[in-house]
């Protein structure tokens, strides 16, 4: 009846009406400071308690003891629905990028409008508005540690870090966001007369090991849709490529290192991507309403394209997680890389620091591409000496897959001998390139005891670049773990082959 329906909707539109409760932390400040993590607290709390579709959870504790929340996003029991798609966004690493937070409590707040309820009939939303708030309360780049969170998912030492990866662990996300801010107004760039202006530079996976359809659908279907989702709502929008100024330093897609929190996941075959927006001068708030909205924007438009094309990204990443479950003896994995060009320049927008306008400048030295400078067969799998604590400790924290190992005629059993430690240039630091002579032992060292992880695991890429001496993304590239790599002596792990 028409009117009970009415009454229905008076009575329900107060408890389930988006704007009748939230009022944004950001707004009751009027963007003239960042949202402080109490504020965010009680906002999100304020948000679970009065929708249906959200529950938040306490997925860890900063340095400082601080929650670190998740806002589980569905329509059902989250991560029941096997037919729905997992998406996994996260923002504030780096306490210093504000709009990042303030973006994932703009996009928490669009999500519970009714109007957006329909993109939970596919997707289940898992979104870490704050990773860092011991940095953010300070407006620091680095956690209460002192370490950069976005440098930390190889080595996995910080509980932020772990907590994410506990998150991804527990659900296996097919979609991933990292989302972060850059700052365009270096010294360099400013004696160059130009700096970058997007309000939203966006980068998918480009470590050569992803799987390349993964990285193909990315870069040549999801990058032109949120280009183009952006541009019509008047966000200005680039591929996130740092490097330069041109003349200077070259022009890259950033990097092909895996212990980011793009490439940790995406090396693990998931659709992951990077988000930068542009910070304000100084880490300042200047502008952080326009920013904040622009993050919002780019989150909500990621949220689109998985909703539109869902069938299509499960599938592939079923099919390319598959391969990585599989034994691959034959199979190479890249342990060092080079970013090369593609053969055509870059027109990189930029504005003018004398003109104040925008204008595209040709870009000669710019390496969009990553080779390989060398390759490993991938191993059936690596044997951990229980008495080396550091790596036990690692293996333990990155929740390898471990089975027991079974010595057989068919594998080789081999020990990595350390003959040289030269040097190799990554991303313009060098790190350190060990020349490895390979022992073929006939027994397992007498007295020592072993755990085995296979490759054959979700992490088995991850497992040949953290532990081949040789990988440049390798821990021993690590200053904990530099101590394991000696000229004269064994490596202390073993690497089993199929003969
Ligand atoms: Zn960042």
Redesign the pocket.
Known sequence: MRTSIAILVMFFFPVFGFSQYAILPSEKNSYQKPTSYDELSSYIQLLDNQSDLLKVEIAGQSVAGRNLYTMLFSSSEFARDESKIKVLIFAQ??GN?QSGKEGALLLAAELLKPENRYLFDKIDLALVPQVNPDGSENNK?RNANGMDL?RNHMILTEPETQMLHELFDRYLFEVTMDV??YSPYGESWKKYGYRKNADITLGATTNINVSENIREFSGNVYLPFIFKYLGDRKFSSFTYCPGGPPGEEYIRHSTFDVNDGRQSFGIQNTFSFIQ?GMNGKDDSIENLKHRAEGQMTGMRGLLEFVYGNKDKIKFMVSEERKKLLAPAPGLNVSIQSVHVPSGKPLLLPLLSYTTDSDTLVRVKDYRPLVRSLADVQKPLGYLIPKDCAIMMDWAGRQAFEQVKFKKDPGIQIGQYMITAIDSIDFEGEIVVDPQVKMNDLKELPAGRDFIYLPTAQLKGNLLVLALEPKSMLGLVTYEKYARLLKTGQSFPVLRIMKK
């Open positions: 690493q780096h990028e780049r976005n972060h801010e930068e």
